[in-house]
Nanobody
Framework: QVHLVDSGGGSVEAGGSLRLSCVIS????????VGWIREGVVVAGIDTGG?????DSVKGRFTISQFSQDNAKNTVYLHMNVTKPEDSAMYYC??????????????????WGQGTQVTVSS
């Protein structure tokens, strides 16, 4: 089992920034890739080696990063910059593993956080 808790959503004006956080614990050896998903689309992903990928809609504006903690918990962040109203959505962090590590499809992710709402006003 993998447990994910995401947070950090809120309201921001267009052009502003937000940082989403996802704390991950549990049996992450076989689910070692994490993505941020909105409206069924993986907008950013990262593997344990630090390789990242982004949907074209957020490339250059969003950055995904991870931080490993000593107590066997990892935190994955989504730094949202230059936000747009179309970025408004419920954002979920989710975990998967090979062979789906670099999938852009939400259906390929096995474990999900509870979601955090992002609202960008124009």
């Amino acid at each position: 089992q993998v447990h994910l808790v995401d947070s950090g959503g809120g309201s921001v004006e267009a052009g502003g920034s937000l940082r989403l956080s996802c704390v991950i614990s549990g049996e992450t050896v076989r689910h070692n890739c994490v993505g941020w998903i909105r409206e069924g689309v993986v907008v950013a992903g990262i593997d344990t080696g630090g390789k990242t990928w982004y949907a074209d809609s957020v490339k250059g504006r969003f950055t995904i990063s991870q931080f490993s903690q000593d107590n066997a918990k990892n935190t994955v962040y989504l730094h949202m910059n230059v936000t747009k109203p179309e970025d408004s959505a419920m954002y979920y962090c989710a975990a998967t593993g090979p062979p789906h590590c670099y999938s852009r499809r939400a259906i390929d992710f096995d474990y999900w956080g509870q979601g955090t709402q992002v609202t960008v006003s124009s």
